[in-house]
Structures are given as C-alpha cells and as structure tokens.
C-alpha cells in the first residue's frame, strides 16, 4: 500500500477522508447536477450518470453562476453531498459555498494537475487546514 | 486578514450575531484567496432564487430575520437577483403552491434585512448602473461581469451567503477583481468576423468564454469594428461568464480599462488566438434540431430590456403561436411595468405568449416545469440558457429571435 502526500494552497471545511472520484472536466452545482438523486445529470458532463453523494471529487475548474454557493449548504443539509472538492483552480463562488456549508474545498496544488495526480478510487485524506491531502492508494 | 477595529468589533459580536457571522464568513473565503484586508463596498446584490436556496437556504434566512432589527438590517443599499416565482403566473407554469410558499418566506426574510426586492439580472440597465473604480458585491455572473468590463466598476462574483456578508458590514474581502493587478489581459482573441444578433453576441462570449475556462483568466478581444450597444455587451457577458466563468473582459476601443490594446497588456508577449466565421459556424452547429417540434420558446437569462421587449412586440404583431408550443418572455419587474404602460406587453400576449416578471427561466424549477407542461425541446437566443438547460432535462436549440418567433409560430424549428 503505497501513500501519496499532495501539498496544496489552505482550503475550507473539516478534515475528511473518502474515496475519490476524478475527471479533468469542470464543475456546476447548478449546470452538472441531478441534486434530488445525487448524480451528475447534464449529458455533455463526463461523469453523466454517476453518483457525487459522500465522494472526494476532483475537477479542473469551477464554472458559470452564483448558485452553488447556496447549493453546496443545500446539498449538505439532505446529506446528499460530496464530502470534499478539490481543484486546480476554483472560483470564488464554490469557495464561498464551501465556506457556507463547511464543506472540505482545497485548491492551487503544488506538484501539479491533481485531475492527473489522483485517481478514482483511491482513498483520500484532506486536511484543508493544513493544506494537505493524503492519498492511500493499494 | 488585517482587521480595523469596527471589523474587530463584529468578529467578537459586539454588532451583534448576523455581523459576527458575515465578517467569520468573508474571513475563511479571504484567506482561501489571500485577501490581506476588506475593502469598503457601495452596493450589494443578492442571488434570492428559491431553487437554489433550498429549505436549508430559507431556514438559514429566517433564523438571521428572528434576530433584533437593529443586529439584521443590511448597512448598504442591497438588491436581489430574479426570484424562482413569478407569482401571477405560476400555476400557468405549473409551478406548486409549495414552491411559491417557499418563495413567500424568503421574500419575508430578505425584506427584513431592509433588502429591497428588485428581482433582477439587468440592474445595470434598469436600478442604479455602477460607475468606474467603484468597489462592488454583486451576485450574478452576468451582472458582475457587465459592471466590471463595460462599466470598470470592481466586483468579484459574490453567491448569495457572500453578498448577504457584504451587505450586512457594507465590505468584501480584497481579492481578485478588487486588485488591479488581476484585471491585466491574460488571453487575447482577435475577430475577424462581425457578430450582428444578440444570439451571435452571445455565442462570441460562448466561444470566448470557453477558451480562457477560468475565473482567473481575462480575456482582451480585437476586431469589432463599431461599439455593440448594451443588450449585445448583456449577451456576450452573460455567455462568456457562463462558458468559462470568466468575470471580466476587454473590449479595445471600447471598454473603458482598454482604450488601447497596450493599457491592459504586453502584446509582444500575448499572442492573439483568431476567431473567425468557421468557430461561430461550429458553435451555432452543435444546437440541431431543424425540422422539429419545438416546445417552448424561452426568452430569458439574462433578462430582456425594453428595446428586447419591442422587437418581440414587433416580430410577434398579428401572429398566432402554434397550438402545441409556448413562449415565455421573462423580463425585470421595471421592464414589464414600462412595457405594459406602452402597450408592448398585450401585443406579446395577443400572440398567445407569455410575459414573466421578477423571475428567470432556468432559476424557476426548470426540471419540473419542463416535466409538468411536457417541454424538452427549447429554443432560445439565449447562449446562456442553452448552456444551462441541458443540465435541467431540455434539448435547447440556439437561433436568433426572428428564427425563434418564426418558430413558435410554424411550432417547428425553421
């Protein structure tokens, strides 16, 4: 069993360990999402079909409108949520979200493209507070 | 974060609970983005949408409303984003009691604050438009970056729970587009073809909008050969923060931080991507659908202005939609006011069309009014709704109006 340290910029929300689910494509709370079923819904998305609920999701970038920062706390209070986003880059919005919700986000990692760093299916620590997410991988 | 003592003094809730919690709120979103301080804001702006809100959303409200006035009451002038309800319309739009209901109690709430219930995304055009250089919290992505790119006012994309922080301390944190240092052009595009509709004004921003792909890039744009007017800033605006999530373009000859191409970048070392007819081609190609039946006509996101009210009017005068297809037009609350003073509202309607106020289209339970009046294929002009809508159930079909009303009126795509 090998473990994978990853450094990154100092997020929001709790320490949370998961298993996670990777795509080099972008994120919408509002665009992507079946939010009642908990999978992502628009067809054009690359994880169409599949369930977010208690992952680790890992995406490039956060896209379009201001209504994730509402939903992420929405999506939480029904327990039907990601337990953490991480990023190459988010936008403010999904910050503010994480914020709101207390819902483990980290961004800005410095070994790289962390779509390519981690890999669905491993298991995943994050510790936004330190800035640092723990990979446990078989 | 470097606090002042009046910032001091809310963190340890000597201003009460409401101003505690906004300052904790905008500190752990400033340190995620390194703000080193807050900057004083004029205005905020709030995303009031119930779909997005939630019963954990308005809970969340209603537990800040129970608490003195005093404690709750916003210090700058606030206004909200569309709301989910138009509340004339909604049993037409087969919309629930239970969603209206909700709608009520965050209205309730949001007017306890002292914010006033504007319900719109084009208060650039309609409430109080910003000036250069003033610092902002805006909610909406299309309005934030119509005010930072056509108007050089200073706005970060600010969600609901962000804006409500700014209206509560009348600050945000300086980060971003605060910073003069992160509105420099970072990607530059030069046009060699010139948009004539909204709808290619909007695919412009779509185009764009895709390419740069993050909130952190900046795109210059080259080529148009005469000033747009503010309903094609509006569209490609709103696409492009839309596609890419992108807060702020520049417009050389245009815009006011880019006179030139050289104030806001090296163009020896930026070189300029080229879009031409073919990209515009290729964008308009991925919406098929010709020949079909079409649904549901939307015009909606942003908002339409008065002059986009009166070439409905006009284009739809003496029309009949056909049987088995609607179209809605969704507009400000001010808009639909002048409209229906000059007449303009009753010639859409005598089409057999709806007019909407306060509301828009994709914030207003879009799944299940589609699944309630049997909508799945959507026509629009709008870039934005189209990238919105697949997410929601609907198959969307872009055209300009002209083609959109002709099709409502054939109940096909033409």
Request: charged content about 20%.
């Given at each position: ?21 990777v ?10 999402l ?13 994880l ?35 337990k ?19 819902m ?24 936004p ?10 | ?102 709608e ?10 002292g ?66 240092r ?61 596609f ?9 000859g ?24 073919a ?60 409209a ?10 005598a ?56 099709s ?6 033409v």
């Amino acid at each position: 069993m090998a473990t994978i340290e990853l450094s990154c910029h100092v997020g929001v929300g709790p320490e949370v360990s998961g298993e996670a689910l990777v795509t080099d494509d972008n994120f919408s709370a509002r665009y992507d999402l079946d939010r009642i079923e908990g999978i992502f819904s628009r067809p054009q998305h690359k994880l169409a079909g599949q369930s977010y609920v208690d992952k680790i999701m890992v995406f490039n970038t956060a896209k379009g409108g201001v209504a994730s920062a509402w939903m992420l706390h929405e999506m939480k209070s029904r327990g039907i949520a990601p337990k953490a986003i991480l990023f190459n880059n988010v936008n403010p919005i999904l910050a503010q979200g994480a914020a709101l919700a207390n819902m483990a986000m980290c961004d800005r990692f410095a070994d790289g493209d962390v779509t390519q760093l981690i890999r669905t299916g491993d298991r995943v620590t994050v510790n936004p507070a330190a800035g640092l997410v723990t990979i446990t991988r078989d | 974060m470097k606090l002042n003592a009046e910032e001091q003094a809310m963190l340890a809730g000597e201003l009460g609970e409401p101003r505690r919690w906004a300052i904790e709120h905008m500190m752990r979103v400033g340190r995620f983005f390194d703000a080193p301080d807050f900057v004083e804001v004029t205005q905020a702006h709030i995303m009031a949408d119930t779909e997005s809100l939630g019963e954990a959303g308005v809970e969340f409200l209603e537990q800040m409303a129970a608490l003195p006035e005093g404690e709750r009451r916003v210090r700058i002038p606030m206004i909200t984003d569309p709301r989910g309800i138009d509340f004339c319309h909604y049993k037409r739009l087969r919309q629930t009691d239970a969603m209206a209901a909700l709608e009520q109690r965050a209205i309730d709430a949001f007017e306890s604050f002292g914010i006033m219930m504007t319900n719109t995304c084009i208060n650039y055009q309609t409430i109080m438009p910003p000036v250069r250089g003033e610092h902002l919290a805006f909610g909406d992505t299309g309005v934030v970056i119509y005010c930072n790119s056509v108007l050089g006012a200073y706005s970060n994309f600010e969600g609901g729970p962000s804006a409500l922080a700014a209206g509560l301390t009348g600050r945000t944190p300086r980060y971003g587009l605060h910073l003069d240092r992160n509105r420099r052009a970072t990607k530059r595009y030069r046009v060699n073809c010139q948009p004539q509709y909204l709808s290619d004004w909007g695919a412009l921003g779509g185009i764009v909008g895709a390419r740069a792909g993050s909130y952190w890039e900046v795109p210059v744009i080259e080529g148009i050969e005469s000033p747009p007017g503010s309903d094609e800033m509006k569209h490609m605006g709103a696409a492009m923060a839309s596609f890419g999530s992108v807060p702020l373009f520049h417009l050389v000859g245009v815009t006011p931080e880019a006179p030139t191409l050289e104030s806001v970048c090296d163009p020896d070392a930026l070189a300029a991507e080229t879009i031409g007819e073919a990209d515009f081609e290729q964008f308009f190609a991925r919406y098929g659908g010709k020949g079909e039946k079409v649904d549901v006509v939307v015009f909606s996101a942003p908002q339409l202005s008065l002059l986009e009210m009166q070439s409905l009017a006009e284009l739809l005068d003496g029309n009949k939609l056909h049987q088995d297809t609607d179209l809605l037009a969704v507009t400000s609350p001010v808009v639909a006011a002048d409209a229906r003073r000059m007449g303009l509202v009753e010639r859409i309607e005598a089409s057999g069309a709806l007019v909407l106020e306060g509301m828009c289209f994709y914030q207003s339970y879009a799944r299940e009014m589609g699944e309630a009046n049997g909508w799945k294929r959507l026509m629009t002009n709008s870039v934005k709704l189209t990238n919105i809508i697949g997410g929601y159930g609907y198959e969307p079909t872009l055209s300009n109006m002209e083609n959109c009303v002709a099709s409502a009126i054939a109940g096909e795509i033409v």
